[in-house]
């Protein structure tokens, strides 16, 4: 699994010819640092006294900020599962008619399938986002610039995702399919660069 190898052996892979991991798997991997720079922020408040009155507010930042980590790297996975089916797909033989027929099915349905998981991506990258206002708000001051780190890797792993939901649009033949996809995109995205923009501005407002 690629969550479980070392970092520079992850990093020399996604730099090497294989078509995965690439931007799909960089995409999650983003905001699900993003969602640890969350737990860490609240992981650095919680037991304080300084923030008793906010210690039950922060730690269910926690265990959601906690479970978009877990989400997002088994997102990761997933997302080189589902292009590699897409590359099997476009390896098929289409010599004859019944061949090409067949590896249009395949492919269409394989490029589906990839176009939900950079959506899911997307999805809970705005979810990491919306965690980042509050722990910069009434985390610990002294982790404040890390709640801004975490929005801006949000924001990257939400619009990196958005690149790769565009790209397998362009292939896909089913237009009910992208007219949706285009319109839960569209709606994920929107107002995300104004509140990555707010939260920037109230974790330097801070320092």
Known sequence: MLAEKPIFQFMDELASSAPAPGGGSV?????????ALVSMVCNLTVGKKKYADVEEEIK?????SESLRQELMSLLEEDVAAYTRVSEAMKMPRDTEEQKAAREE????????ATKVPLRVAE???KVMELCRPVAEKGN?????DAGVAVVM?????????????INLGWI???AFKKE?????DKLLEGKSNLKEEVYELVKSKL
């Open 154 to 166: 949000a924001e990257a792993g939400l619009r990196s995702a958005a690149l790769n939901v565009l």
């Open 60 to 64: 269910a930042i926690l265990g959601q």
């Open 27 to 35: 995409a999650a991997l983003a905001g699900a640092m993003g969602a």
């Open 173 to 175: 033949k089913d237009e």
């Open 181 to 185: 996809a285009q319109a839960k995109l």
């Open 141 to 145: 001051i002294n982790a404040v610039s």
């Open 106 to 113: 395949a492919l269409e349905k394989a490029l589906k399938e």
């Open 124 to 126: 809970a990258c705005v």
